[in-house]
C-alpha cells in the first residue's frame, strides 16, 4: 500500500480486510492519487486514477442528461473474473473518488458496505487545513534553499 | 496545488517535467534519482520491469527534509508521451505547482519544442479551466551533442521563452545541469506561495 495523506491508511486497510478487494485506488476528482494498494507500476496507477476520474465525470453528465441530477452514486462492471466498483464520496479536502477491484472472493455488497465505513472514516480522519498564509516561517525561503544545497550537493 | 497538512506539519509540491516527446524527460527524472541519496527518495520503491527492458520513471518524490518547522515533500512527475497521455497530461497539470520545460537543444526539433510549449499552456489551467500562473523553469537538453546539430541558448531563447523565464542547459545523461534547474524551480514555487513574501521573507 502507498499513501500520499497517511490518515487514509488506517480506513483503507480496514476497507481492503474487510471488504476482499485486490486493488484499490483512491484519487481526488482531479485524478490526483491519494493512495494506492496492489497496483506495481506507477503508469498503471497514473493510468487508472485518469480513467477512473474521466468515468465518473462522464457518468455524472449522463445522469443529468437522463435527468438524475443527484446522479448514480457508483459505477460497477462486473466481469467474470474480476469486477470494478467506482465511486466518488465527499471528504473535508473535497470530492474524491474510489476505485476498487474485486474478485469472487468478495462481492458487490461487500464492497459497497465497506467503501460506505470507509469514506466516512475518511471524512472523519482528515486533518483540517490550514492556509499557507498563516503558517509559513519567515526564514522558510532561506532554510528551504540550504536544504536544496545539502540535497543536491551545492552547499 | 500545494498540499499543506498544519497538524502533522507536512508540505507537499508537484513539479511537472514537460516537453516535445523524446527530449530526455524520464532520463532527467532517472538523473535526479541517481544523484539524490536513497533516503531522500521519499517512498520510492524500483518499479518491476520485464527482462532487459528498462522500466519507465515517471514519478519520484523527493523528500525535502525538515524546512522551517515543516517537513516538505516535492512529487516529481514526468508526462507521459504516449497511452491516455491527453487525460493524464491535463490532470497531472492541473495539480502542477512548478513545471521544468524540457525543450530538445537539436535545430530539428525545434518545431517539436513549440509544440510542446503551446500545448503546455493549453492544458495549464484549473480544475474550472482558468489559466493559471506557474513557475517554469527551461532545460535545453541534450547539450552535449555535437554543437553544428545545436541551437545556441539565444536562439532557443528568442522562439521559446521571451519571458526571459530561468534557462539551464543540460545533459541529462552526464547530469549536468539537471540539478541546478530543480533546485531553481522548487525555490520558484514556494516562492510562488505569496504569504511567505508577505511576511517579509
Same mark, same amino acid.
Given at each position: 500500500?502507498?499513501v500520499?495523506e497517511?490518515?487514509?491508511?488506517a480506513?483503507?486497510?480496514?476497507?481492503?480486510?474487510?471488504?476482499?478487494?485486490?486493488l484499490?485506488?483512491?484519487?481526488?476528482?482531479a485524478g490526483?492519487v491519494?493512495?494506492?494498494?496492489?497496483?506495481?507500476?506507477?503508469?498503471?496507477?497514473?493510468?487508472?486514477?485518469?480513467?477512473?476520474?474521466?468515468?465518473?465525470?462522464t457518468?455524472?453528465?449522463?445522469?443529468?442528461?437522463v435527468?438524475?441530477p443527484?446522479?448514480?452514486?457508483?459505477?460497477?462492471?462486473?466481469?467474470?473474473?474480476?469486477?470494478?466498483?467506482?465511486?466518488?464520496?465527499?471528504?473535508?479536502?473535497?470530492?474524491?473518488?474510489?476505485?476498487?477491484?474485486?474478485g469472487?472472493?468478495s462481492?458487490?455488497?461487500?464492497?459497497r458496505?465497506?467503501?460506505a465505513?470507509?469514506?466516512?472514516?475518511?471524512?472523519?480522519?482528515?486533518?483540517?487545513?490550514?492556509?499557507?498564509?498563516?503558517?509559513?516561517?519567515?526564514?522558510?525561503?532561506r532554510e528551504?534553499d540550504?536544504s536544496?544545497?545539502?540535497?543536491?550537493?551545492?552547499? | 496545488?500545494?498540499?499543506?497538512?498544519?497538524e502533522?506539519?507536512?508540505l507537499?509540491?508537484?513539479?511537472?517535467?514537460?516537453?516535445p516527446?523524446?527530449?530526455?524527460?524520464?532520463?532527467?527524472?532517472?538523473?535526479?534519482?541517481?544523484?539524490?541519496?536513497?533516503?531522500?527518495?521519499?517512498?520510492?520503491?524500483?518499479?518491476?520491469?520485464?527482462? /532487459? !527492458?528498462?522500466?519507465?520513471l %515517471?514519478?519520484?518524490?523527493?523528500? +525535502? @527534509?525538515?524546512?522551517?518547522?515543516?517537513? &516538505?515533500?516535492?512529487?516529481?512527475?514526468?508526462?507521459?508521451?504516449?497511452?491516455h497521455?491527453?487525460?493524464?497530461?491535463?490532470?497531472?497539470l492541473?495539480?502542477?505547482? /512548478? !513545471?521544468?520545460?524540457?525543450a %530538445?537543444?537539436?535545430?530539428?526539433? +525545434? @518545431?517539436d519544442?513549440?509544440?510542446?510549449? &503551446?500545448?503546455?499552456?493549453?492544458?495549464?489551467?484549473?480544475?474550472?479551466?482558468?489559466?493559471?500562473?506557474v513557475?517554469?523553469?527551461?532545460?535545453y537538453?541534450?547539450?552535449d551533442l555535437?554543437?553544428?546539430?545545436?541551437?545556441?541558448?539565444?536562439?532557443?531563447?528568442r522562439s521559446?521563452?521571451?519571458?526571459?523565464?530561468?534557462?539551464?542547459?543540460?545533459s541529462?545523461?552526464?547530469?549536468?545541469?539537471?540539478l541546478?534547474?530543480?533546485?531553481?524551480?522548487?525555490?520558484l514555487l514556494?516562492r510562488?506561495?505569496?504569504?511567505?513574501?508577505?511576511?517579509?521573507?
Amino acid at each position: 500500500m502507498r499513501v500520499l495523506e497517511p490518515w487514509v491508511a488506517a480506513p483503507l486497510t480496514e476497507l481492503l480486510g474487510e471488504s476482499g478487494a485486490r486493488l484499490a485506488l483512491i484519487m481526488t476528482s482531479a485524478g490526483q492519487v491519494v493512495a494506492q494498494h496492489g497496483f506495481t507500476r506507477s503508469l498503471d496507477v497514473m493510468s487508472a486514477a485518469a480513467l477512473g476520474a474521466g468515468i465518473l465525470a462522464t457518468t455524472g453528465e449522463l445522469a443529468n442528461v437522463v435527468g438524475a441530477p443527484s446522479g448514480f452514486g457508483a459505477v460497477v462492471h462486473q466481469g467474470g473474473q474480476q469486477g470494478v466498483w467506482l465511486a466518488g464520496f465527499d471528504t473535508p479536502r473535497g470530492r474524491w473518488i474510489g476505485l476498487v477491484v474485486f474478485g469472487p472472493e468478495s462481492s458487490i455488497g461487500l464492497v459497497r458496505l465497506f467503501f460506505a465505513r470507509f469514506a466516512e472514516q475518511v471524512a472523519r480522519a482528515a486533518p483540517p487545513l490550514v492556509p499557507v498564509r498563516e503558517v509559513l516561517a519567515e526564514g522558510f525561503e532561506r532554510e528551504l534553499d540550504q536544504s536544496l544545497r545539502a540535497l543536491f550537493g551545492a552547499g | 496545488m500545494a498540499r499543506l497538512d498544519a497538524e502533522r506539519r507536512e508540505l507537499a509540491a508537484t513539479v511537472v517535467v514537460y516537453g516535445p516527446p523524446k527530449a530526455g524527460k524520464t532520463t532527467i527524472l532517472h538523473c535526479i534519482r541517481d544523484r539524490v541519496t536513497p533516503e531522500r527518495r521519499g517512498g520510492f520503491a524500483p518499479f518491476g520491469s520485464d527482462a /532487459g !527492458v528498462a522500466p519507465l520513471l %515517471d514519478w519520484l518524490p523527493l523528500d +525535502l @527534509g525538515t524546512i522551517a518547522g515543516w517537513h &516538505a515533500r516535492v512529487d516529481l512527475y514526468a508526462i507521459p508521451d504516449q497511452r491516455h497521455a491527453d487525460a493524464t497530461r491535463r490532470l497531472i497539470l492541473a495539480d502542477a505547482d /512548478g !513545471v521544468l520545460f524540457a525543450a %530538445d537543444s537539436q535545430a530539428a526539433r +525545434l @518545431g517539436d519544442n513549440v509544440a510542446a510549449l &503551446a500545448s503546455l499552456r493549453d492544458n495549464l489551467d484549473d480544475h474550472d479551466g482558468r489559466p493559471r500562473d506557474v513557475p517554469v523553469v527551461f532545460l535545453y537538453t541534450k547539450a552535449d551533442l555535437p554543437g553544428e546539430l545545436l541551437l545556441g541558448e539565444i536562439a532557443m531563447n528568442r522562439s521559446l521563452n521571451p519571458q526571459h523565464h530561468p534557462v539551464f542547459s543540460c545533459s541529462a545523461l552526464r547530469g549536468e545541469g539537471v540539478l541546478e534547474a530543480l533546485h531553481a524551480v522548487i525555490m520558484l514555487l514556494m516562492r510562488h506561495l505569496a504569504p511567505v513574501r508577505e511576511k517579509g521573507a
